[in-house]
T-cell receptor, first 112, second 117 residues
């Protein structure tokens, strides 16, 4: 079983629509969670951290469910520029160097 | 925000040659930097953790003699792929941990695309 699992997609989303997807993690001791965005042939860029109480950044909302060990990302009013691969990232518990574990990514394609 | 640079951005080399990739944190000091590799349509895989002034820590299955890491200063880490072969062709990305930030946030360099002929 992978440490961090994501639905690879692609999620084909009409412009203006809402899309949501989850990521599950296997280690219940994981403490920090992030969503990164990666465009084709580019480096990952931090989209948002995920806080225990859930958080919102503009059109993006992230939720954490520790009991079920998943985090979610919801994108409202999708823009063409939201087309990318979204990477779920968790910190490795008890690792003092702050190593990250990456999911394989969920591809989102926003269509006109 | 924190900026990390990588050089070169792409390199093509012949099989058997060595390639050095530089990773620099431009506006912050990074005691710890990380080196990742990403094959097409796959996730980033951590190769090693680079610690300033000490030996790097390699992930299981990564040959330390093939992927030499040097972290000589708080702003520079280098990865040298020795005797590169076509199977080493990949996208190599470094990241630096901004220890002044919350939640162990890491900032990524733009990556180096290595093609070994």
């Amino acid at each position: 079983r992978k440490e961090v699992e994501q639905d690879p997609g692609p999620f084909n989303v009409p412009e203006g629509a809402t899309v949501a997807f989850n990521c599950t993690y296997s280690n219940s001791a994981s403490q920090s969670f992030f969503w990164y965005r990666q465009d084709c042939r580019k480096e990952p860029k931090l989209l948002m951290s995920v806080y225990s109480s859930g958080n919102e950044d503009g059109r993006f909302t992230a939720q954490l469910n520790r009991a079920s060990q998943y985090i979610s990302l919801l994108i409202r009013d999708s823009k063409l520029s939201d087309s990318a691969t979204y990477l779920c990232v968790v910190t490795i518990p008890a690792d003092s160097w702050g190593k990250l574990q990456f999911g394989a990514g969920t591809q989102v394609v926003v269509t006109p | 925000g924190a900026v990390v640079s990588q050089h070169p951005s792409w390199v093509i080399c012949k099989s058997g040659t060595s390639v050095k990739i530089e990773c620099r944190s431009l506006d912050f000091q990074a005691t710890t930097m990380f080196w990742y590799r990403q094959f097409p349509k796959q996730s980033l895989m951590l190769m090693a953790t680079s610690n300033e002034g000490s030996k790097a820590t390699y992930e299981q299955g990564v040959e330390k003699d093939k992927f030499l890491i040097n972290h000589a200063s708080l702003t520079l880490s280098t990865l040298t792929v020795t005797s590169a072969h076509p199977e080493d062709s990949s996208f190599y990305i470094c990241s630096a941990r901004d220890e002044g930030a919350n939640y162990n946030e890491q900032f990524f360099g733009p990556g180096t695309r290595l093609t070994v002929l």
